[in-house]
Structure formats: structure tokens, C-alpha cells
């Protein structure tokens, strides 16, 4: 199904809920909205359905103007944060609902097959209020998945799960949508989510689409500073900078510079910003890299990665260290950094100069 939204905004009174934005998700294929709590991500979901309508703009299904056309009159399955279900049937009727609408065969199949993929099928027999709040969004996941809807809208539909669930289900999740023929909107404020569902990302802040792309793409180029911060978890550091003779230099007490052969000359007279992702800071220096030393203000561990926080001369920063490692508070260590892995934004926050990605000429 084929999806376009041209020029369209959103106002509430006086306040505006979505500035002016076109979108035209791939048609089959899953469009990730990426994006932090109040960025806008329900308000276009509920115009992409039929919940609500632009106060601008039109919105097309398959080159026909749907514009106000309520979602009782659209073929579209969506899923909320807060899970909806029938509470007078079982879990399998729940499941079931749209497939006896359509007059279906083997349902007890579909049923059963979906259920499994989803863990819940050992609840089948149940009514959802003997279920947790986790199961019961799985059971109306299910049952968005069995109706087959050409538009798929998930409004976070795995915020409610446990981290190991909510890791099994992404996988189980991006099979179901390469298998599919649904045009498929994924609403996320993770970034790491995003990148494990791949397809196209559409980067929103505060009521703005900041961009739309390929999801690495997206992800390694982000067009601007507000874009980088949205995609970064942990946040991508930031630091402040002055551009020299083929590079720049951090605002930091003793003097910090980075080679950068790429950064042209009509930017020397501007104040920058140097962008470095969490991941890319290490223990062991490689050949080319710049020394960031600094003491430890916190170590964190989660899962098989540890979080460094750094107070250095240029500021705090916080490296991704894999695998598990112990630092003492207030002792002094040493990061270092390979200046082909940082970006340059301007003074106005565009990107200037990205990494070049690995494996690529």
C-alpha cells in the first residue's frame, strides 16, 4: 500500500502539535518514527490512520485523496502503548477476531502459529484480565499481525515487556514484516530499536520531521546536531571546537586538535562542534589517535558493555567499553579517539563532516 502525506500540520488551538512535513513511507516495508516522548510520533500515526485529521495538508492511500476519511472506512491495524483487547473472549478469539471477519481458513492454525512466535501460546485458553499488562500487549499484537491490515501502525507496542522479551520479539517482529505485504509504521523513542528493525527511519523532535532514510544511512549521516542526539544511545558527545588549517580544535584547557583533511577552509573563521559516538572512545591507542585524558566520575556495567563517564578539559564524556571492566572513582584514565570516526557540525548545527563508514570506498 502506498502511503503519502503532503504538507501537513497539526494544530491544537493555538498550539501546534506538527509542523509542516511531506512523507511518503516505503510502500511494504517498515518506516521506523524514531524519536523522544512528545516528539510528535502519535499525533502523525493518528493522521496516517484516520484518528485525526491535518489541520494542512492531504494524506493519500494508493494516489487517492483520504484525506478525513475516518478509520472505520480504512483497512488499517494499530497498536498502542496501552493494550486494547475484547475482555469478554479468550485470548484465541481475541486473535481470532479479524480472521473469522474475513471468513478465513484454518484459523485455529493461524492462531496457534502467531501465538507461538509471540509466547502466548500456553495463554490461549484465557481471558485477558488473567493476564499481565506484557502478555496482554501481546495478545493485541496478535491480533493487529492476523488482520493483515495494509497499513500497520505499532505506537511502541513492546514498551511494556521485560528488556530479554522485548529482544526476542524485535527479531520475531522484523521476520514477520519481511514476510509480510504491510506498509508497516514503527513508533520508537530507542534508537538501538531503530537500528535492529533497519528498513527506513524518519527522525522527529519536538513536532518536526528532521529526516527521513534509509535507517544506517540515517544513522552514520545525521544531517544535523538535533538529529544526531536523537539517534545516539548513549548520547553522541559533543564537544566544543574551532576549526584550523585542515582540522579543528577542541575548546579545552591544554590544546586538543583533530586532523581533518575534509573540513574545506570557508568554515575557519566559525565556531564548530566536534561529534563523538560513545563507541567509538577506547582503552588502547591506534595509530592516528588523539589522546583524551580525564578522571573517572562513574562506571557503570549494563549487560556485556561498560559505561565510562570521563571529566577531561574538553568537558564530560562517556565511552562504550565492551565487555566488563572496573575503574575506581577519581582515578585517571586515558581514552583516545581516531579523528576518522568524528563528525563536524557548523555553528547552526549541520553536519559538516562525517565518519567514513567501514567497508565502504
Do not use: C
Request: charged share 20%; aromatic share 4%; no cysteine.
Amino acid at each position: 500500500m502506498e502511503l503519502e502525506l503532503e504538507g501537513i500540520s497539526k494544530r491544537v488551538g493555538a498550539q501546534p502539535w506538527l509542523y509542516d512535513m511531506s512523507l511518503a513511507p516505503k510502500t511494504n516495508a517498515v518506516t521506523v518514527l524514531l524519536g523522544a516522548t512528545q516528539a510528535g510520533k502519535t499525533s502523525l500515526m493518528r493522521i496516517m490512520a484516520g484518528l485525526d485529521i491535518p489541520t494542512r495538508g492531504t494524506v493519500r492511500v494508493n494516489g487517492q485523496d483520504v484525506t478525513g476519511v475516518p478509520v472505520r472506512e480504512r483497512n488499517v491495524a494499530m497498536v498502542y502503548q496501552q493494550f486494547i483487547n475484547y475482555p469478554s473472549m479468550r485470548v484465541a478469539d481475541n486473535i481470532a477476531s479479524p480472521l473469522r471477519l474475513r471468513g478465513e481458513k484454518n484459523i485455529d492454525e493461524r492462531v496457534r502459529s502467531l501465538a507461538q512466535r509471540l509466547h502466548i501460546d500456553m495463554f490461549l485458553d484465557r481471558y485477558p484480565a488473567e493476564l499481565s499488562g506484557g502478555q496482554q500487549q501481546r495478545v493485541a499484537l496478535a491480533r493487529a499481525l492476523a488482520k493483515g491490515a495494509p497499513l500497520m501502525l505499532l505506537d511502541e507496542p513492546l514498551v511494556n515487556l521485560d528488556y530479554k522479551l522485548r529482544e526476542e520479539l524485535r527479531e520475531e517482529l522484523t521476520q514477520l514484516f519481511a514476510a509480510g505485504e504491510s506498509t508497516v509504521i514503527y513508533a520508537t523513542t530507542e534508537p538501538g530499536e531503530a537500528l535492529l528493525l533497519g528498513g527506513h527511519t524518519a527522525v522527529m523532535d519536538a513536532g518536526e520531521l528532521l529526516q527521513y532514510g534509509p535507517t544506517a544511512e540515517v544513522f552514520h549521516s545525521p544531517k544535523s546536531l538535533r538529529v544526531a542526539r536523537a539517534f545516539s544511545d548513549p548520547p553522541m558527545n559533543l564537544i566544543g571546537a574551532e576549526a584550523m588549517n585542515l582540522g579543528v580544535q577542541l575548546n579545552s584547557g591544554p590544546a586538543l586538535s583533530i586532523s581533518l583533511p575534509g573540513l574545506v577552509s570557508k568554515h575557519l573563521t566559525k565556531a564548530l562542534t566536534v561529534g563523538v559516538r560513545a563507541s567509538e572512545l577506547r582503552l588502547q591507542a591506534g595509530e592516528g589517535d588523539v589522546a583524551l585524558p580525564g578522571v573517572v566520575e562513574l562506571a557503570e556495567i549494563s549487560g556485556s558493555d561498560t559505561f565510562v563517564h570521563l571529566s577531561t578539559s574538553a568537558g564530560e564524556v562517556v565511552a562504550q567499553l565492551t565487555g566488563v571492566h572496573y575503574f575506581e572513582l577519581g582515578t585517571s584514565l586515558t581514552l583516545h579517539l581516531n579523528p576518522a570516526h568524528v563528525y563536524v557540525f557548523d555553528a547552526e548545527g549541520m553536519l559538516l563532516v562525517a565518519p567514513q563508514r567501514r567497508g565502504r570506498n
